[in-house]
């Protein structure tokens, strides 16, 4: 077992590429807290996996809020004695022309998607120094490598996350605390189920393997980087979009 006996966080974990995180390394050995606001689904699926062996607990967390954030990290360490693993990967979409995007919707995405990585890296990396070590892995996206149309924010807020991840890899590699990003193509996740046939055929088309990419799919990718496995390796992007950014 891969993971095994690693204690973990994962934001956004009650859902899609989260959730499938969560099942990768639970059933990888490492222990997972589930950080999410949807909690009825992350309480549900901390019951279905939760056993003797991997403990998986669900907590309310808001990555915008650095009070939660301070919380979620100190109750990772209480539960399970330390804490290894950070899958920062919460995040929301949004889709307006940049010239109709309220200031409002620009901070919010900013917010979640950038700020709300920033902290949690800030809480978890603090807890990692003090037990020897620990791995980050940041849900940046092929949106923070090439532009597209109509998501100024998003785009500038996994840009952002690309080199966050560089920036906090230099700075801490010292400490044996690694910090990689994964960066999926269009995944079909419950983030995609707001578009129309017509534009899901169009992004299909987008990735040279002619499909999209399965939450599964990242959640491997993300075990790999988390684990020992990777050992060498820190403020890597690795893109995992069916070669979406080859062509
Ligand atoms: N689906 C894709 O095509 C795709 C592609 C590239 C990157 N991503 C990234 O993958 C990550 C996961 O997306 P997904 O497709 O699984 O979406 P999803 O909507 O299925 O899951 C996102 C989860 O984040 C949670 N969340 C939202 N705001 C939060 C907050 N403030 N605090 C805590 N949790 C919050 C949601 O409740 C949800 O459980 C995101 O960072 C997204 O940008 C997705």
Redesign the pocket.
Same mark, same amino acid.
């Given at each position: 077992m891969r993971l095994k006996g690693k204690a973990a966080i994962i934001? #956004?974990?009650?859902?899609?590429? #989260?959730e499938s995180a969560v099942r990768e390394m639970a059933a990888s050995g490492a222990h997972v807290l589930i950080?999410?606001?949807?909690d009825e689904?992350g309480k549900r699926l901390a019951a279905e996996l939760h056993s003797d062996e991997t403990k998986v607990i669900y907590q309310h967390?808001?990555?915008?809020n650095e009070d939660d954030i301070q919380n979620m990290v100190e109750k990772a360490v209480t539960e399970f004695g330390k804490l290894d693993i950070l899958f920062s990967?919460? #995040?929301?979409?949004g889709m307006s022309p940049s010239v109709d995007l309220s200031i409002e919707e620009w901070r919010k995405v900013i917010s979640?998607?950038l700020d #709300?990585v920033f902290l949690c890296a800030k809480h978890a990396i603090a807890a990692m120094r003090k037990s020897g070590g620990g791995s980050v892995v940041n849900?940046?996206?092929?949106?923070g490598h090439v532009g597209q149309g109509a998501t100024a924010a998003?785009t500038a807020a996994?840009g952002g996350v690309v080199n966050l991840t560089r920036t906090l890899a230099v700075e801490y590699a010292k400490e044996n605390i690694r910090v990689n990003a994964v960066?999926?193509?269009?995944?079909d996740?419950?983030?995609?189920q707001q578009l129309d046939d017509d534009m899901r055929n169009h992004l299909i088309s987008l990735h040279p393997v002619g499909r999209l990419g399965k939450?599964e799919e990242v959640a491997k990718a993300v075990a790999f980087l988390a684990s020992d496995d990777a050992s060498f390796i820190t403020g890597a992007n690795l893109l995992v979009d069916g070669g979406y950014t080859a062509q």
């Open positions: 934001t #956004g974990g009650s859902s899609g590429i #989260g950080a999410d606001v949807n689904r967390v808001d990555v915008t990967n919460a #995040g929301i979409g979640i998607n #709300g849900c940046a996206s092929i949106l998003y996994k960066c999926p193509g269009y995944i996740t419950p983030l995609l939450p």
